[in-house]
Nanobody, 125 residues
């Protein structure tokens, strides 16, 4: 059974930082591209960032470019998202997801097979 478990969310002031983690089990981690997505109340789920199987290729949404950094440790089956210079508009539930189908990566939610339960990030102004 595949499980993705996110952690590291919380309440932070604008300008602060958080580091999200996503630990995977039940799948061959290094055979899956990984992504971070977020969903704010009343809004659609959006792709934040993704990383290829080896970690050699990454992508960021324009809204987070230069502030967020995605990384992975295949030896630990763990995905990370370092979030700096947080803004109130970054407030959302953050989800990690896995897909075996891409050699690069994708930020389209429909291309992902497995999802975590999410971790809440709240940025106060």
């Amino acid at each position: 059974q595949v499980q993705l478990v996110e952690s590291g969310g919380g309440l932070v002031q604008a300008g602060g930082s958080l580091r999200l983690s996503c630990t995977a089990s039940g799948l061959t981690f290094d055979a899956h591209a990984m992504g971070w997505f977020r969903q704010a109340p009343g809004k659609e789920r959006e792709g934040v960032s993704c990383i290829s199987r080896s970690g050699g290729s990454t992508y960021y949404a324009d809204s987070v470019k230069g502030r967020f950094t995605i990384s992975r440790d295949n030896a630990k089956n763990t995905l990370y998202l370092q979030m700096n210079s947080l803004k109130p508009e970054d407030t959302a539930m953050y989800y990690c997801a896995a897909t075996p189908y891409y050699s690069g990566c994708s930020t389209v939610p429909g291309t992902y097979n497995y999802w975590g339960q999410g971790t809440q990030v709240t940025v106060s102004s």
